[in-house]
């Protein structure tokens, strides 16, 4: 059993660039939830697809935009960047987004560093 | 809403002590309880978690935690510290009983194990 992977590992940016993260979920899962952890943070929540639909959103602005593949991979695309998006960004997969009388697990990838200068 | 707070951003335990890690939450509804652990430059592990079964939760590499609704706590232990723990660990809470399960994390504290 694959688990959850993520690319790539590190990646540097410059203020106002565009950047696109990606995540292959674990297999036989088809959610997906990135979360952001700024450096000496818990992670934020930032959004969960469910079979190629936002399923849910956090508190983060529409330049935080994201995709989900018939695959179930996903990637997190960040518009404009600020120096505050520097961050590890984390994909977690889990089967199933709906859990009314059990949790779902989820699964995290190693996440990927992104630093902006 | 729901949050989670986790007193101590920094714990310093000796080889062999007893580790406590506490955590307290808030939520408006019942909620599923996680402890998570971060070594550095790596994503997150789940330790073990509380989803309304028994009370007392055991975990992997020797950790447990209680689930007190009185005081709205998950505090996590460990009887004896080894070197290897050292490492950041999360509380995290999440609604059970609802169409959309999102993990809220508390800030983390740091495990700091000395010989």
Known sequence: ETGVTQSPTHLIKTRGQQVTLRCSSQSGHNTVSW???ALGQGPQFIFQYY???ENGRG??????????????????NVNALELDDSALYLCASSLGASGRSSYNEQFFGPGTRLTVL | AQSVT???SHVSVSEGALVLLRCNYSSSVPPYLFWYVQYPN???????KY??????VKGINGFEAEFK????SFHLTKPSAHMSDAAEYFCAVSAMNTGF???VFGTGTRLLVSP
């Open chain 1, 35 to 37: 979360y952001q952890q």
């Open chain 1, 51 to 53: 079979r190629e639909e």
């Open chain 1, 59 to 76: 508190n983060f602005p529409p330049r935080f935009s994201g995709l989900q593949f018939p695959n179930y991979s996903s990637e997190l």
């Open chain 2, 6 to 8: 986790q007193l101590g």
């Open chain 2, 42 to 48: 790596q994503g997150l592990q789940l330790l073990l």
């Open chain 2, 51 to 56: 989803t309304s079964a028994a009370t007392l």
């Open chain 2, 69 to 72: 609704k009185s005081e709205t």
């Open chain 2, 101 to 103: 399960q999102k993990l």
